[in-house]
């Protein structure tokens, strides 16, 4: 299974519930891989820690090793990195991404990671983390998806920017890859005894939209969760947070 989260709109928690979910998949045993496709490597920071400093390859070396046309390229598993946690690795990213996404699109290589991660074997899971726009890698991880979870923060600004995401979902759909199906939408910083998020979810269920019967509530500790670099399922297991990921990964599962 190739699950890519994304939002077109920054700061809706992209990073983190690829993250927590790729770690509670993890922990039971599956093997997983993340795959970070933001030139920002918040993932990779987050599964990594101070380490993501001494990694020599990352999907930066890979896509440039596209560029270069080599006649015996190296294969994916090569930018795979083992992180802390087991049976969880990571394809990380560097700043070097966004140099290279326009010489990539303008050769054509939107197919190139659904190619690569076709010869890939190892893993049970696999969660693709992308950048807050639709540009040459996001386009690259819809292609290479199974299916597209959407995270939704609880505003009418992120309610805007559905409309126009699900728009880009359909045309990728339609264009690239007929596999991709919206898992569902997940509501994130949800405050229970806030009376708009509720009307606002109320709302989207109505417009028929695909709202996921498992929220993620809003919380401090996810902010020590970045700093200490420890998916919740491993900073604090008995934290509501971490029940919360454990049951949206029950709900994607089933």
């Known amino acids: 299974m190739r699950r890519v989260v994304f939002n077109q709109k920054g700061g809706v928690g992209k990073s983190t519930i690829a993250c927590n979910l790729a770690a509670v998949g993890a922990a039971r ?5 993340l795959i970070d496709l933001d030139a920002q490597a918040n993932s990779s920071r987050y599964l990594l ?3 993501l400093q001494q990694q020599d390859k990352t999907l930066a070396n890979f896509f440039d090793d596209l560029l ?3 006649l015996f390229p190296e294969p994916l598993e090569a930018y795979i990195v083992h992180t802390p946690f087991a049976n969880l690795d990571i394809l990380p990213s560097d700043a070097r991404l966004e140099e290279l996404q326009f010489k990539l699109e303008s050769r054509y290589k939107m197919y190139k ?3 690569s991660l076709d010869k890939l074997r190892a893993y049970d899971d696999v969660f693709i983390d992308t950048p807050p726009a639709l540009n040459f890698f996001t386009r690259s991880a819809l292609i290479a998806a199974d299916t597209c979870l959407i995270p939704f923060d609880c505003d009418d600004f992120s309610r805007q920017a559905l409309y126009t995401l699900l728009d880009s979902v359909r045309e990728i759909r339609s264009d690239h890859n007929r596999e991709l199906r919206v898992e569902g939408i997940v509501v994130n910083h949800f405050q229970a005894r806030a009376k708009l998020p509720l009307l606002l979810v109320d ?5 028929g939209l695909p709202i996921l019967d498992a929220f993620l509530s809003a919380s401090i500790k996810i902010r020590e969760s970045h700093h ?4 919740m399922i491993h900073l604090d297991p008995r934290h509501k947070l971490s029940g919360e ?4 990964y029950d709900l994607l599962s089933n």
């Open 29 to 33: 045993g599956r093997r997983t891989l």
């Open 49 to 51: 820690g101070q380490a």
């Open 68 to 70: 270069g046309y080599k």
């Open 113 to 115: 990671l659904r190619e």
């Open 203 to 207: 709302e989207l269920r109505a417009e």
């Open 228 to 231: 200490q670099a420890l998916p």
């Open 245 to 248: 990921f454990g049951a949206l």
